[in-house]
């Protein structure tokens, strides 16, 4: 069970850190070699720590997030691995003169944890499955 906490844990401050833009911070809640799907949202497939934390910052750095996380469903693999699925709600709110004003989502994280030898657990891999987005486009 003190596992399963610290996971949730990790996951608490991965939506923390992003909707603060910490990136410092975030970055250590992912392993260095990461790989997190995001192809179906337009962000490819990063396969490293720096790669995705740049992607990120490159699409969100100036965009007011609201990230939830809801129902974890967290099974421990090994004393030193697990896989777990988060069900999902996002906001997102573009600055004035952007081409998308607003974003809502639904969906699932399905990720994978790894404890290393300082005994952290870190997001292993990542994909980001929606089930809606409601868009809201700037009025021409």
Known sequence: ????????????RY??????KQWDAMREVFAEDVRVDME???????????AFMSMLRLNVEDVTTV???????IT????????????MEDMLRWPEGAPIKAMH?????????????DGQWRI??????????????PES
């Open 15 to 20: 939506f923390r850190c992003m909707d603060t």
């Open 124 to 137: 292993k891999t990542m994909t980001l499955t929606r089930l809606r987005v409601d868009w809201e486009m």
């Open 1 to 12: 069970m003190e596992d399963i906490e610290a996971i949730k844990q990790l996951k608490a």
């Open 40 to 50: 179906k949202e337009g962000g490819g497939i990063q396969t490293d720590r720096e």
């Open 76 to 87: 421990l693999t090994s004393p030193t691995t697990a896989a777990g699925i988060w069900a």
């Open 105 to 117: 989502g639904y969906g699932h994280y399905h990720e994978t944890y790894e404890k290393g030898a």
């Open 67 to 73: 990230h939830h996380g809801h129902m974890p469903e």
